[in-house]
């Protein structure tokens, strides 16, 4: 599974925002629904909140898609 990189801003974004940011959920009643039914990863551990705090080099995953978050 390739990972593709994802740059922000800032030195952290919460997971929600960074879903749609990565093209990984449609909008943000799909990335609720993503995380509330068990369907997200970070850094390989399920994540269950969507307000959760991702730093620059944290990955996501999302069935066979990752994301990297890396400073623009």
Known sequence: MS???VSIRDDS????QFLKLAGLAEDGSHAKELIETGDVAVNGE??????RQLRLGDVVAVGGAQARLVSS
């Open 13 to 16: 974004i919460r997971l929600g």
């Open 46 to 51: 399920r994540e269950y909140r969507r307000g």
């Open 3 to 5: 990972t593709r990189d």
